[in-house]
């Protein structure tokens, strides 16, 4: 699947993966779905960045740089939901980083949700990894997620109004963000409060990432 790309994405990759405490060999799995990204890209505008490379760092790295903070989820078994996808970003790299990780990927557009079925199928990643073509408000799995991530979706208001109803009773939002979303944090609902913020590093991009934890507060 890798034969349209470059022939220097594997070791900027092998490298952009040791950087973030991956196993190099993730390279191989991620570059067939950056291959089937791309070709899929021509036809149908999934995403508006073109360039492979700039796609490596900006989608595959950038999704990856949270993954430390799976541990958790991963061992417990629960699921994760990742709140209008796209293409499956964070999503499908996620899934293939960490292959205990359940992940239900979900997004209302048609062209998108087609790609993400292929995707599935061709990357292999089914069982664990399903796509709800569905508005997130109309997702009708109350409770039935120990987490939710978003990556550049909506406000953390916004996103907790239309998928907080998703979480378990302790589960949280891993928002992804640029800079410190302070005013966001200012304005999260009543019932919601941040618990842990951490500043994200990802490899080949100098722009500032960090990855927002909220989850119900606890009742003083």
Do not use: C, Q
Request: glycine share 10%.
């Amino acid at each position: 699947m890798t034969e349209t790309l470059p022939s220097d994405l594997r070791p900027t990759l092998e490298a952009g993966l040791r950087a973030l405490e991956l196993d190099p060999a993730l390279a191989a799995p991620l570059l067939d779905y950056l291959a089937l990204l791309t070709r899929w890209n021509r036809a149908y505008n999934l995403t508006a960045i073109r360039d492979p490379r700039e796609m490596l760092v900006k989608h595959l790295l950038d999704s990856l740089a949270m993954h430390r903070h799976l541990d958790a989820i991963e061992a417990a078994g629960g699921e994760l939901a990742d709140l209008g996808t796209g293409p499956g970003l964070p999503g499908i790299p996620l899934a293939i980083a960490r292959p205990g990780l359940r992940v239900a990927l979900v997004e209302s557009n048609g062209k998108k949700a087609r790609f993400l079925r292929e995707a599935v199928r061709k990357l292999g990643l089914a069982p664990r990894v399903r796509v709800l073509e569905s508005r997130i408000e109309a997702v009708d799995e109350p409770g039935g997620f120990a987490a939710i991530t978003a990556r550049a979706l909506a406000t953390l208001p916004l996103i907790l109004e239309l998928g907080g109803h998703l979480l378990v009773a302790d589960g949280v939002l891993l928002a992804m963000k640029g800079a410190d979303p302070v005013g966001e944090i200012d304005a999260l609902p009543a019932g919601w409060a941040v618990r842990a913020r951490h500043r994200l590093d990802v490899p080949g991009l100098e722009a500032e990432r960090h990855l927002v934890v909220v989850g119900r507060a606890v009742p003083g």
